[in-house]
C-alpha cells in the first residue's frame, strides 16, 4: 500500500516508505486517529505507524458513526488487506481493542497475513467482557469519560464541547455496550496484553484472560497509571514498543520488561 493513496479508513501521518514492517493502531471509544500521532511519530525508523479513523470524527465528521461491531470490522477489515505488502502487528485500546480483535478474527479465516501479532491494551479479556448500558444516559456517559482521563481536563471544560462529543461517544458506547465477543481460541497468532496497575476497567484476571483467546503464545504487561497510562505515560509505552519489535523474530514472544 502507498500511503500517498486516499484511503477513508486509514491514516499515515509520517510515511516512510523504507519502513520493513507497519503497526497499525485502532483507537478507543470516543477516540480519533489523532490522538496516535504522537506515538506514530516516535516509533522506530524502520517501522511504520498507521492509524485507522472510524467514521463520525475529525475529516469523517460528516459520516454516521458506526454503531454495531459487523458494521465497523467488515468494511475496515476490507481495507486492511491494502497494507499486505509487509509485516503488520495490531495495537487496540479499550474499545480498539475489541477491534482489533473482531478484525483479526475475519482476516484469520480469509488467509490474509494479518497481523503478526496483536496488542491489545485497557481492554479485558473476551470471556470477562460485560455489556453494559452506559450509552442510555448522557450523564453516566459523560462522568464515565472524564473518569478515565482520555482528554485533559482542562479541554472537558470548554463550553459545548461536550454536546460536541456526546454523538460520537453514545454511539461507541453502544457499540461496545451491545457487543459479545466469541467465547473459545478462535485466534491464531500471538497476543500481547497491556494495562494500566489503576486502571479500574482492568485488573490483572483481566489481563491475563486474553490467553483464552488464541492458541498462540501470549504475555503480559503492566504500565503505571490508569485506563489511559499511555497517554500519561507515552515514553514508557514507545520504549516497550521498540522492545517488543527487538523481540519480533523471538518465536515464544517473551517480554523484555
Request: aromatic share 8%; net charge negative; charged share 25%.
Amino acid at each position: 500500500m502507498s500511503t500517498d493513496v486516499p484511503n477513508p479508513w486509514l491514516r499515515g501521518y509520517f510515511p516512510r516508505p523504507g519502513a520493513t514492517r507497519r503497526i497499525v493502531f485502532f483507537p478507543h471509544g470516543g477516540g480519533a486517529a489523532s490522538f496516535y500521532r504522537p506515538l506514530v511519530r516516535d516509533l522506530p525508523e524502520d517501522v511504520e505507524g498507521i492509524v485507522v479513523q472510524y467514521p463520525g470524527r475529525e475529516d469523517r465528521l460528516g459520516e454516521p458513526c458506526c454503531t454495531d461491531m459487523p458494521g465497523l470490522v467488515e468494511p475496515l477489515a476490507k481495507a486492511l488487506t491494502d497494507l499486505d505488502d509487509r509485516p503488520v502487528w495490531f495495537f487496540g485500546h479499550s474499545m480498539g481493542a475489541s477491534v482489533a480483535h473482531e478484525v483479526t478474527r475475519l482476516l484469520g479465516p480469509a488467509g490474509e497475513a494479518l497481523p503478526e501479532r496483536l496488542i491489545v491494551s485497557g481492554r479485558p479479556g473476551p470471556a470477562r467482557q460485560h455489556p453494559d448500558d452506559k450509552h442510555l444516559d448522557d450523564g453516566r456517559l459523560w462522568a464515565d469519560v472524564c473518569q478515565l482521563g482520555g482528554t485533559d481536563a482542562r479541554l472537558l471544560q470548554l463550553p459545548g464541547l461536550r454536546e460536541m462529543l456526546l454523538p460520537v461517544l453514545r454511539a461507541d458506547y453502544r457499540l461496545v455496550g451491545g457487543y459479545r465477543p466469541g467465547a473459545g481460541r478462535d485466534l491464531s497468532v500471538p497476543v500481547s496484553v497491556c494495562y494500566g496497575t489503576e486502571d479500574p476497567e482492568v485488573d490483572a484476571a483481566d489481563a491475563a484472560a486474553w490467553a483464552e483467546a488464541t492458541s498462540a503464545p501470549t504475555d503480559v504487561t503492566e504500565f503505571p497509571g490508569g485506563h489511559f497510562y499511555l497517554r500519561t505515560g507515552h515514553d514508557t509505552l514507545t520504549h516497550w514498543l521498540a522492545g517488543r519489535l527487538d523481540d519480533r523474530n523471538d518465536p515464544a514472544g517473551r517480554n523484555r520488561g
